[in-house]
């Protein structure tokens, strides 16, 4: 297992850990394959199924040869993340205009969301390196995933937020888990930078998606949906895109399938941005070599609300790869196919409802036809951004098509009788 620059090839080893190359590019932790029978290892992780108590309970050690196989057992920091649900909807299928559809909830993930595939590799390593100080900046998920396992391992977290446009909810559970966490003036991009040129001097380890072991523990979200549907993936996985590091690390954790002959082809990847905070999605259509950042990008759907996300280069690499497509859409669109989402029982925060709301455009485009398969990714759960649920389900609320206010009532039967007949 080596560190690879996506740039310029430089390969180093492991041991000697680095967030950037020399010359500037993110790294990529690079596997060793070759020993690897792929029959062995199905037979591996479908045994690991009933586990109990140990790291491989974890949806993400389940895979362990595949994400850190020279880490030691004692140094991983696990709280049995994944295992997530997938779900089917007829209420969704029938939104979408779509016939075969799954959910797959990374809402479920012991804080909430999907940053915990990422997270337990991540202070996993750092843990083994020696670190006791973690740090990252965010939007929220992130932060409060970090500040869980900071917890779980012993450590101390340094969590940085912006001021403004983020969810309270968010900051309240970071805070909870015992964080530091230091609300700034500016956003998520000038946090990264300011963690990429400080977090040395200040002996601190970054989580975000500049960490490749981070990316590593989240490509795991697709080995479980692989191995749940019996290694035949959709014919299309479709993601939102903040800071890109779903959409990496599922180009990624699909490569590493297909490579070892667990997938006998490759989805297709859509990346789906909000409009208002849609850098990559601009660059893709408009065929540009390189990302403009948006100084002031904003949108609800505040986990989305990134400028200049880290990880572009490596989202390109998985939509050239899959010959997959980029698309936007609007808060209005995001907001009603949440309140979709919730409806059919599952829930989401707004930014995972960008998944669905790209599938209602790409079908009525026609870039996906109602016939083929769909995979849609639900990154946060439905309680990280309560100020959202109370907007669109309030009475002064003009845009919400699904909208569900309180009912304030005389407790009467006449007056219930009202509603319920």
Request: net charge neutral.
């Amino acid at each position: 297992m080596k560190l690879m620059c996506i740039d310029c090839g430089e390969k180093l080893s492991s041991g000697k850990f680095s967030y950037n190359c020399k010359c500037g590019g993110l790294l990529d932790v690079v596997h060793d394959f070759n020993k690897y029978d792929t029959e062995l290892l199905k037979r591996l992780f479908t045994e690991r199924l009933s586990e109990r108590m140990t790291p491989y309970a974890s949806g993400v050690w389940r895979y362990k040869e595949l994400i850190a196989p020279d880490l030691p057992n004692d140094f991983i920091v696990t709280k049995y993340e994944g295992n997530t649900g997938l779900y089917s909807s007829e209420l969704l299928q029938k939104y979408t205009g779509i016939r075969k559809l799954y959910i797959k909830a990374q809402s479920e993930n012991p804080s909430g969301s999907f940053k915990d595939n990422g997270m337990t590799v991540a202070v996993s390593h750092g843990k083994s390196l020696g670190y006791k100080k973690f740090t990252c900046t965010s939007t929220g998920n992130t932060s409060s995933s970090l500040a869980m396992y900071a917890s779980i391992a012993g450590a101390d977290s340094y969590v940085f937020v912006p001021n403004k446009d983020i969810s309270l909810n968010k900051v309240l559970q970071t805070l909870a888990y015992g964080a530091k966490v230091f609300s700034v003036e500016g956003n998520y991009d000038e946090g990264i930078q300011f963690l990429e040129k400080h977090s040395s001097d200040l002996g601190l380890y970054i989580c975000n998606s500049v960490n490749p072991f981070r990316i590593e523990g989240q490509k795991s979200i697709i080995y479980e949906v692989a191995q749940y549907l019996n290694w035949k993936l959709p014919e299309w996985i479709i993601v939102p895109g903040g800071a890109l590091s779903n959409a990496t690390a599922l180009g990624k954790g699909l490569q590493d399938l297909f490579t070892l002959g667990f997938i006998d082809k490759m989805p297709k990847v859509a990346v789906v941005q909000a409009e208002g905070a849609s850098p990559f999605h601009k660059m893709f259509v408009q065929k540009e070599h390189e990302l403009t950042p948006e100084r002031f990008p904003y949108t609800r759907a505040s986990a989305l609300n990134i400028g200049n996300p880290p990880s572009w280069k490596k989202a390109l690499k998985t939509l050239t790869q899959t010959k997959g497509v980029s698309i936007s859409v609007t808060d209005e669109e995001i907001l009603d196919s949440k309140a979709v989402i919730d409806k059919c029982g599952i829930g989401c925060e707004p930014a995972s409802a960008a998944t669905i709301a790209g599938l209602r455009n790409l079908i009525s485009q026609k870039v996906i036809d109602k016939d083929e398969s769909v995979l849609c990714i639900l990154t946060g759960n439905i309680l990280k951004d309560t100020e959202v649920l109370n907007y669109y389900h309030s009475s002064e609320s003009a845009t919400s098509t699904f909208k569900n206010t309180l009912q304030d009532v005389v407790l009467s039967y006449n007056n219930i009788k009202d509603f319920v007949v």
